[in-house]
Each structure stands twice: as structure tokens, then as C-alpha cells.
């Protein structure tokens, strides 16, 4: 197992939002996460990546192995696409580059500065970026925003070869990706129970 | 850890890096103060190690919020605090490119801008002793100061109000290495004291400057 989560329960601004999730993901499996929007798809991710505690519940998974792409894809525009992956793979111990590249065709555009792409480009530099880092478990958080539909595709197609490869992809998002053998969960059972103004008297007994 | 300082020096240096900043910034002040004192050269040989050490931290103060701003802005913050590099090597890494890109150009040029002030010439070699010793401490008190402040909306203000009492202590050991040098003082002491607070930031700032961070990201 490469991913399990246990009664995880997560808060964001000090609100709880969720609570009570469980999932496990094996090697070879994608996970989707779906839900309306603030739901907490988001905070859940970034629990199980370790950006913020969980308020109960715990995300058991081998050490080094969790990759995280957020809705920002962490691209420096004042260098060329090359250097943005090359740095990548740099801090993730690895060096090679050119599968990521040709995963998402950016080779024409490898020398680059990445300031000059546009977003859907940029997105896929940011998604290239997991090719790059050779860890098992990726955590996606909407990776498809502002991706043409061919651009979707190849990014099933990246994620297909993870899979293949023994590797595990945990994805929030709201489009058809068109993973038909990933398992879907809906997070709307999860939601907390609000802090209604009955347990008001309840704080302070 | 390497990997992350070289980038950094890159973006330093390409456009919109903010490498010749703090340094213009230096060139400005140290210029301007013999308008501003008027043609007494003695006054401003007097002044001129206090001068020089005001001028190089109010530098370092202009560039700290670059530390680590851009990077929350464009996300790399929360790729990096997932990454494998532990968060004390990444703020340390960040000082030492923040102190290579704006403390080491201030070492350099503050002899040379020294002969605009008229420092006497014994000063010299204890100004950039006393600039080369404390202007680390400047870089790593401000990474904490920037580690603490990321993520608010404009917080130039705040991280000037929390940083320069921190800076005390430095400018007045550092001016005092420098000041005494130039009159050919006994100076051990205050070299001492600044060379204790340098080693003693950088050996556990960087811990708070992580944990600051580490709250900061959630």
C-alpha cells in the first residue's frame, strides 16, 4: 500500500471541513476526489502532503515517496523551461529531464524563458515537473485548470504511465479526465458538522 | 541545497532580480551624506564608519521581503517544503544567496565608497572586516524576519518594524569595530561581540526561521 488515510479530519482557517476520510491507494490505482466546491479538496490535499496537520487522523505513507502540485505551478518565469525542470530534478536527486519533456512536447519550447508561455503551457511545465521527481504517490489539486483538451489527454497519458510504471495518483477535480479505471470518491458523506450556535453553551461546559 | 542556491543567484542576477538594489541603495546614501554634512572634512571622517554601516544595513533591510515572497507568490514555497530538502537547509540556503547577492557587493564596494567619506586610511581594513563579519548576521536576522512576515499582503512595514531592532546590536558592535579602527583604537572587544552575535544567529535562527515558516504555509 502506498497511501493510506485513516479518519482524517481537516480544518481550514480554523473551520473544520471534513472529517472521518479514509482511502488507501495501491500501487497502480488513481483515486478522484470529488465534491463541490469548498468541500475542502484542497486542505485535504495538503494534509496528506504534511503542508498542514490534520486535526485528527493520520496519512500513512512510505517516507519520500508523496509529490504535491498545487493550483500554483512554482515555475520561475526569469528562467527557461530546461531550468525549471533541471532545478526540479536537482532537489529531488534526480537529473533526467527529457521524458518529462517529451511527455508534455515541450521540447520546442525547452529553451524558453517561461515567462513568455502561456497558461496552458505553463501548467504543463508544472505537470511535467512530477515526471521529473520519480516519486510514487502524486497528489494533484485541479492539474487540468486551463489545459485544452489535447493537452487533458496527454496529461492521462502521463498519469496512465505512472501507474503502469507501479506508481499512484490521488486527483481532485471536477472535469472527465478519461481514467476510466480510477476509482472515484465523493467527499460531500465527509463534510463536518458545522459548529452549530446548540453547542454554543457546549464550549464552555 | 546546491541546486536551490545556484538558482537563486540566477534569478538574482537575470531581469527583475533585484541584484544591484541594496547595492545602488549603498551607492545613493554613502553619496549623498557629504551634500547633506557640507564640506568639513573632518566632521566626515568622524561619521564616516557610522555612515557606512547605517547605509549597508538599510541595504540588506531593502531586499529582505524578496527573500521569500516571490517564491510563496509563484508557489515554489509549497513545492519546496514537500520536497526532500529539509526546511532549516531551505532557509539557510536562502540567507547565505541573500548575503552572497546583497551583503558580499556591499563588503566589496565599502572601501571604495569609503574614499567619498574620507574615512581615514588605518580604517580601511577593519570596515571590511566589520562589514564582511556582520553583514551575515543582517542576511540571517532578515530571513526570519521575511520567514515570519511571507504570505501577508505588503509586509514591507511589518518586516521593517520587526527587524531593525534586531539589527541593533550589530550596528553598534559593527560601527564600533569600524569606528575604532579608523582611530586606531583597541578594538577586540566589540570584534568579539560581533563576530559571538554573527555565529550565534546563524547557528539558531535558521531553526526558528523554519518553524516561523513551516505555521506560515499551512
Known amino acids: ?205 | 541545497m546546491i541546486a536551490l542556491l545556484t538558482r537563486d543567484m540566477r534569478l538574482a542576477v537575470r531581469a527583475g532580480g533585484g541584484f544591484g538594489l541594496g547595492l545602488a541603495f549603498f551607492l545613493i546614501v554613502v553619496v549623498l551624506v557629504p551634500f547633506g554634512v557640507g564640506p568639513q572634512s573632518a566632521l566626515l571622517s568622524k561619521i564616516a564608519p557610522g555612515i557606512l554601516w547605517l547605509g549597508a544595513l538599510l541595504a540588506c533591510l531593502l531586499s529582505l521581503d524578496r527573500i521569500f515572497a516571490l517564491d510563496h507568490e509563484d508557489g515554489s514555497l509549497d513545492l519546496l517544503a514537500t520536497s526532500p530538502l529539509p526546511m532549516e537547509g531551505i532557509v539557510s540556503v536562502k540567507a547565505l544567496a541573500h548575503w552572497l547577492t546583497t551583503g558580499l557587493p556591499l563588503v566589496l564596494a565599502a572601501p571604495v565608497l569609503g574614499v567619498l567619506l574620507s574615512l581615514p586610511v588605518q580604517g580601511f581594513g577593519w570596515l571590511v572586516v566589520s562589514l564582511a563579519l556582520g553583514t551575515p548576521a543582517l542576511s540571517v536576522i532578515g530571513t526570519f524576519g521575511a520567514a515570519l512576515t511571507v504570505g501577508l499582503k505588503r509586509g514591507g512595514l511589518l518586516l521593517s518594524l520587526l527587524v531593525l531592532p534586531l539589527y541593533v546590536p550589530t550596528l553598534i558592535f559593527g560601527a564600533e569595530v569600524a569606528r575604532r579602527g579608523a582611530e586606531g583604537m583597541a578594538l577586540g572587544t566589540p570584534l568579539a561581540l560581533l563576530a559571538g552575535i554573527t555565529c550565534g544567529t546563524i547557528a539558531l535562527l535558521p531553526f526558528a526561521s523554519a518553524a516561523v515558516l513551516r505555521v506560515n504555509l499551512r
Open chain 1, 1 to 205: 500500500m502506498l497511501l493510506r488515510v485513516t479518519d482524517m479530519a481537516v480544518a481550514r482557517g480554523g473551520v473544520p471541513v471534513l472529517e472521518g476520510v479514509g482511502l488507501a491507494l495501491a500501487p497502480g490505482e488513481a483515486l478522484i476526489l470529488r465534491g463541490p466546491n469548498g468541500i475542502g479538496k484542497t486542505t485535504l490535499l495538503r494534509g496528506i502532503a504534511g503542508l498542514q496537520p490534520a486535526l485528527s487522523g493520520r496519512a500513512e505513507a512510505a517516507p519520500e515517496s508523496l509529490v504535491y502540485a498545487g493550483h500554483a505551478d512554482g515555475i520561475k518565469s526569469a528562467l527557461s523551461v530546461a531550468e525549471n525542470l533541471e532545478f526540479w530534478a536537482r532537489v529531488f536527486g534526480t537529473t533526467d529531464i527529457s521524458r518529462a519533456i517529451a511527455a508534455f512536447a515541450l521540447g520546442p519550447l525547452a529553451t524558453r524563458p517561461a515567462g513568455a508561455l502561456s497558461a496552458g503551457q505553463k501548467r504543463r511545465l508544472g505537470l511535467a515537473r512530477l515526471l521529473v521527481t520519480g516519486r510514487a504517490v502524486w497528489l494533484l489539486d485541479e492539474p487540468t485548470v486551463s489545459l485544452d483538451t489535447e493537452a487533458v489527454a496527454m496529461f492521462a497519458g502521463a498519469v496512465r504511465g505512472h501507474l503502469a510504471a507501479g506508481g499512484a495518483a490521488l486527483i481532485a477535480t471536477h472535469i472527465e479526465l478519461g481514467l476510466t479505471e480510477a476509482r472515484i470518491l465523493d467527499l460531500a458523506p465527509y463534510r463536518a458538522a458545522p459548529l452549530g450556535m446548540d453547542d454554543f453553551d457546549g464550549v464552555f461546559l
